[in-house]
């Protein structure tokens, strides 16, 4: 069984930063690509960055040059630095993973930006 945790959420101020992580575990043989959406209350779930094995990155534009995907292959942990924050970015963050045993979503951790 795969299981995600994800952590790093919070309240932060307009400006702010966090950064969040995720740490997969379980049966494991090969994890490909890395993921993170968001979801804003009242909107559909949306794309916010993603990173492959090989360590390639993409962004939604309205996160490029304010957030920062890498990856701990050795530790099999997502993160997402972000910085730059706005009141917009308030959302659940979810990380996804797809590997050799399936495709898998984390729980979910929130982030709220707000004075």
């Known amino acids: 069984q795969v299981q995600l945790v994800e952590s790093g959420g919070g309240l932060v101020q307009p400006g702010g930063s966090l950064r969040l992580s995720c740490a997969v575990s379980?049966?494991?043989?090969?994890?490909?690509?890395m993921n993170w959406y968001r979801q804003a209350p009242g909107k559909e779930r949306e794309f916010v960055a993603a990173i492959t094995s090989g360590g390639s990155t993409s962004y939604a534009n309205s996160v490029k040059g304010r957030f920062t995907i890498s990856r701990d292959n050795a530790k099999n942990t997502v993160y997402l630095q972000m910085i730059s924050l706005k009141p917009e970015d308030t959302a659940v963050y979810y990380c996804?993973?797809?590997?050799?045993?399936?495709?898998?979503w984390g729980q979910g951790t929130q982030v709220t930006v707000s004075s």
């Open positions: 379980g049966s494991i043989f090969s994890i490909n690509h």
């Open positions: 996804y993973v797809a590997t050799t045993a399936g495709t898998y």
